[in-house]
């Protein structure tokens, strides 16, 4: 086995050594700035056929290396038909890896499947390499994403409910649990816990979220003054969500070519063509194996999509993958229950595209580009009369003094009529359920709806 950072070797990303009669003058902080950490990606290739094969999956693990700052040296697929108990993959394909790793100066090994705690344990003595899955990868981008006090709490909740069932067996493997890539957030000094103090501080990151998120309730109903009819924006990570919530409102979300950009949800004001406005919600992407409990940590975040009226589901239309992304998010919006939603089909980065799809779009869907703008007027009208289609038609008269009833008709819905004699105001109008029973209530004994 050659040996690493030996000193016939000066590859690239390559640890800087620094000559012993240097080092005791420096602190780390004068230290070279540290090179990315680099990787082997393993993946397995199932005998049966998938919607995505072993290597597009690992096609995918490697963006998600990318976006957690690793550089990717190399990839290992190995065809099983099923997992190996001790190490996942056989001992000829571990001898394999750790050749491969040692060679290429790799720091970690990540694999596209699920670890079992011995296994990750058992392949880190055999491969002498930090061993991680791909939950703990996206929990470590989840981990370097998180800015609000809420990402980090709903981050640390799901890294928690990973720890957890690893923490049922064998003990000694709980030294090795902060080390994942670009480790931050509570794996590091979780190392001492044990299992009741896990437990409770479970218990108080989920009260926490729950009075978080009710804040961030409140304040988003005081903001709007009203409650407006909310649209949240679903779809597979990279989809283009944020471009277009930008688009639509002129917001300022993170927009990167990276998985898993937008971590925290954002709010804003939508107007749309007739003067009627909504709230737009861009929110946390979906993927594909999505770490086990994400739903569960993510919950306060999700509860966006659950409470909003209208889903636009953003599919990235260039996507060779495209279908099967679509089938990933619809089994979490399955799981979310809102499958039962009014949703609308969006089909993005149309520009992109050079000929017909290879699936051709359904006929009720939108195509836009949120890139050029194209099919985003249309898309407007689209949201607008989907929304008025969960709205009730209304014709009542109104006394004179409750012009407040008739503002909030024009605020939450669409006024058609607004007619005003000596003694009342008639009002036809589209309105969300509720002011339409408010309106009933307060209506003169002349009132009819149609
Ligand atoms: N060509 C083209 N690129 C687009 C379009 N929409 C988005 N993109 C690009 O796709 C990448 C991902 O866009 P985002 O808006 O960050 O995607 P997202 O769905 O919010 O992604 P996450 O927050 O990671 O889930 C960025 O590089 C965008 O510039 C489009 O219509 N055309
Ligand atoms: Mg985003």
């Known amino acids: 086995m050659r040996q690493r950072n030996g000193s016939q070797k000066v590859g690239k990303g390559k640890r800087h050594r620094c000559p012993s009669w240097v080092a005791p003058q420096l602190r780390w902080w004068q230290l070279?700035?540290?090179?990315?950490?680099?990787?082997?990606?393993?993946?397995?290739?199932?005998?049966?056929?998938?919607?995505?094969?072993?290597?597009?999956?690992?096609?995918?693990?490697?963006?998600?290396?990318?976006?957690?700052?690793?550089?990717?040296?190399?990839?290992?697929?190995?065809?099983?038909?099923?997992?190996?108990?001790?190490?996942?993959?056989?001992?000829?394909?571990?001898?394999?890896?750790?050749?491969?790793?040692?060679?290429?100066?790799?720091?970690?090994?990540?694999?596209?499947?699920?670890?079992?705690?011995?296994?990750?344990?058992?392949?880190?003595?055999?491969?002498?390499?930090?061993?991680?899955?791909?939950?703990?990868?996206?929990?470590?981008?989840?981990?370097?994403?998180?800015?609000?006090?809420?990402?980090?709490?709903?981050?640390?909740?799901?890294?928690?409910?990973?720890?957890?069932?690893?923490?049922?067996?064998?003990?000694?493997?709980?030294?090795?649990?902060?080390?994942?890539?670009?480790?931050?957030?509570?794996?590091?000094?979780?190392?001492?816990?044990?299992?009741?103090?896990?437990?409770?501080?479970?218990?108080?990151?989920?009260?926490?979220?729950?009075?978080?998120?009710?804040?961030?309730?409140?304040?988003?109903?005081?903001?709007?003054?009203?409650?407006?009819?909310?649209?949240?924006?679903?779809g597979y990570t990279n989809a283009g969500k944020s471009t277009l919530m930008n688009r639509l409102t002129s917001a300022q979300a993170l927009v990167a070519d990276q998985l898993f950009a937008t971590l925290d949800p954002m709010v804003r004001h939508l107007r749309l063509p007739s003067g009627m406005s909504a709230l737009v919600v861009d929110t946390v992407g979906f993927i594909h194996k999505l770490p086990h409990g994400f739903i569960d940590a993510f919950k306060s975040t999700l509860e966006e999509v659950k409470t909003a009226d209208l889903l636009l589901h953003v599919i990235d239309a260039s996507h060779p993958l495209m279908q099967h992304q679509q089938t990933v998010v619809e089994s979490v919006l399955d799981e979310l229950e809102v499958a039962h939603k009014p949703r609308i089909l969006v089909f993005n980065k149309l520009d992109l595209l050079d000929g017909p799809p290879l699936v051709p779009f359904p006929s009720t869907a939108s195509l836009v580009s949120a890139h050029t703008g194209t099919g985003l007027e249309q898309l407007l009208y689209r949201i607008e009369a989907e929304l008025l289609g969960l709205f009730q038609q209304v014709r009542v008269h109104l006394p004179l003094h409750r012009g407040d009833l008739v503002a909030r008709a024009k605020q939450l819905g669409r006024v058609v009529e607004e007619r005003y004699s000596a003694e009342s105001v008639e009002l036809c109008a589209f309105v969300p359920a509720r002011l339409a029973g408010q309106l009933r209530k307060h209506a003169l004994s002349q009132t009819f709806s149609l």
């Open 32 to 234: 070279p700035p540290q090179t990315p950490e680099r990787a082997v990606l393993v993946g397995v290739e199932k005998h049966q056929r998938q919607a995505m094969s072993g290597m597009e999956s690992l096609d995918e693990l490697e963006r998600l290396a990318q976006s957690a700052g690793v550089e990717v040296v190399g990839r290992v697929l190995q065809v099983l038909a099923r997992p190996q108990p001790a190490t996942f993959i056989g001992s000829g394909k571990v001898e394999e890896v750790r050749r491969y790793a040692w060679e290429n100066q790799a720091q970690v090994v990540i694999f596209d499947e699920s670890l079992a705690p011995a296994q990750q344990r058992n392949l880190e003595n055999a491969l002498g390499l930090k061993v991680i899955d791909r939950s703990q990868l996206i929990l470590d981008i989840f981990a370097q994403r998180a800015r609000s006090l809420e990402g980090k709490l709903q981050v640390e909740l799901a890294q928690l409910q990973y720890l957890l069932p690893r923490l049922t067996r064998q003990w000694q493997h709980l030294s090795r649990l902060g080390g994942g890539v670009g480790t931050r957030g509570p794996g590091e000094t979780q190392l001492e816990v044990d299992r009741r103090k896990v437990r409770e501080r479970v218990a108080v990151l989920r009260r926490r979220l729950r009075e978080v998120a009710r804040t961030r309730y409140i304040h988003r109903q005081s903001r709007a003054g009203v409650p407006l009819p909310v649209v949240a924006l679903v």
